[in-house]
Nanobody, 124 residues
Framework: QVQLVESGGGSVQAGGSLKLSCIASGPGRVYSSSVMGWFRQAPGKEREFVALIRWHSGTTLYADSVKGRFIISKDNAKRSVYLQMSSLKVEDTAVYFC???????????????WGQGTQVTVAS
């Protein structure tokens, strides 16, 4: 019943910022044991890990490629997770996906609920 819906994508210039949102819609609950992750997939490349946050503890993990530039956060009351992206680079261009899993993992296969994705394009 729960669906993850991403929004906030768009086109920005290199060095700019963008904030993505992921909202869990529907009557289902987001359990405290859940791990919420952001992944991205560029054309011709496999889906890669970007960041995650534990719903209960707030513990975060970032891919080295985005560390220091991206911030993942959550709002339990709004059933939402966010990805604040700053100092964007051309190589950040990809479709960004929100996902929910039950393990502290950076592997896409460990996540079982995915959003539809939102396009982020960074121009030079």
């Amino acid at each position: 019943q729960v669906q993850l819906v991403e929004s906030g994508g768009g086109s920005v210039q290199a060095g700019g910022s963008l904030k993505l949102s992921c909202i869990a819609s529907g009557p289902g609950r987001v359990y405290s044991s859940s791990v919420m992750g952001w992944f991205r997939q560029a054309p011709g490349k496999e889906r890669e890990f970007v960041a995650l946050i534990r719903w209960h503890s707030g513990t975060t993990l970032y891919a080295d490629s985005v560390k220091g530039r991206f911030i993942i956060s959550k709002d339990n009351a709004k059933r939402s997770v966010y990805l604040q992206m700053s100092s964007l680079k051309v190589e950040d261009t990809a479709v960004y996906f929100c996902a929910k899993g039950s393990q502290y993992s950076s592997r896409p296969s460990d996540y079982n609920l995915w959003g539809q994705g939102t396009q982020v394009t960074v121009a030079s």
